[in-house]
C-alpha cells in the first residue's frame, strides 16, 4: 500500500512507519518537527528512513497547509500527528494542542474528501474518558475528559465522526492507552523512569503509587493501526495493552532491571485519569486485535533501548 503517516517522526509515528518500510509499503511521512520535545529524538527518528528508496518526507505543518499531493496518492491515511501529553495543555499551552490536534485535523479530513482513500485511521486517545465509571472502558462509556487534551483529543474524534457521516470518508478512531516500548516521548512516564534509573536521577511518583494503568506497547498499538487500514470499521476503539498495573508494581519490575531506584512521591497533577483500563473486545471481534507483549518483556525491551540511547548530552524538556 501506499500509506501517509502524519507524525512520522514522532515515537508511534517513526514506530509506524518502520513497520510498514520493513513489510514493503511506501510510506509518505509528514511531520514539521515541532518544538513540544527534543527535536534531535525526533530527527534521529527520521534518520532511520531518510534515504528508504520506499520514504518520502514532506516537511509540512498540517495546520497551516493542506497536503493535498501526498493524499491524493495514497491508500491510506493513518494520523498520528498531534500535540500529546496532559499536562501542559492547560493555561497558555492550550492553543499548541486546539492548533495541532483540532485544526489540523480538519485541515487533513478536508484534504481527503475525494481522495479516494480505502481508510483514515485517526490516533485517538483514552484521554477521552476522562475518570471512566466502568472498568475495563467499553467504547460505550460517555466521554469526559478531565484535561484540555483530553478534550482536544475528543473535538477530532468526533470531527472524524462528521465527515465519516457527510463526507463519506471511511474513519476508525484508535483509542490508545498509555503506549510505552522503545523511542517513547521523554515527557512520559517510563522515559524518566529508565533515564532516573541509569542517570543515578531521583524519580518523582505522582501521587502515592496506586494509581492504575493500562500500558500498550508500541509494538501492539502498530499491529493495531495496521487492522484498522485493513478492515472497514468505521468509528472508535479500545487499544490497550490487555493488563491494568499500579504504578508501584511498575517500579517493582523495573527495579529488577536497573537495580534500586531513588524515588520521591509527589502530588498529582491536574488532568491526569486516576485509572484507566481499556475494554479491547470490540477491537479483538472487528480487527482481531490480541496484544501480545506482556509488561515484564515490554519493560525489558524499553530498557535496553534506554541504555542503548539515553545519552547524556541530549538535553529535555
Ligand atoms: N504515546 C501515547 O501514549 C499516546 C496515547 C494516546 C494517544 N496518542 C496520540 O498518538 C499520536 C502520536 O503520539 P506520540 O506519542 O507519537 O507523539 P509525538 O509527539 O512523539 O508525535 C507527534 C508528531 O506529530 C508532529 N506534529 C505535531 N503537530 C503537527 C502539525 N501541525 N503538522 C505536522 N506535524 C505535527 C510532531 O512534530 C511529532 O513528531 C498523537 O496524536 C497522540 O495524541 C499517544
Redesign the pocket.
Known sequence: MIAVV??????????LTGRLLDDGHTVIG?????K??D?E??TR?LDRFLGHPNFQLHY?????HSPTGPVSDADVVF???????VTSSWGGGFS?YA???V??TQRLLEACVGAGLERFVY?????IYGDALVMPTPESAMPRPISP?GVT?LAAEHLCDAYHRQRGLPVTSL??????GP???PD?AFHKLFRAAYGGDRFHVRGDGSATRDF?F?DD?VDALLLAAGAGWNGALNVGGGHRVTLLEVLRLVEELTGPLDVEFVPTLAGDARNTSADVSLAREVLGYQPSVGLPEGLARMASWARGLLVPQLSYP
Open positions: 502524519t507524525g512520522a517522526a514522532g515515537f508511534v509515528g517513526s514506530s509528514i511531520d514539521c518537527l515541532t513540544a520535545y527535536v529524538l525526533k527518528n509540512s505543518d498540517l495546520a497551516e494520523h498520528l500527528a498531534g500535540q500529546a501529553s499548541d492548533r495541532n490536534n485544526e489540523a490516533a485517538s486517545s483514552s484521554s487534551y483529543k483509542r490508545f492507552f498509555t503506549v510505552y523511542g517513547q516521548r512520559m500498550t508500541v498499538v
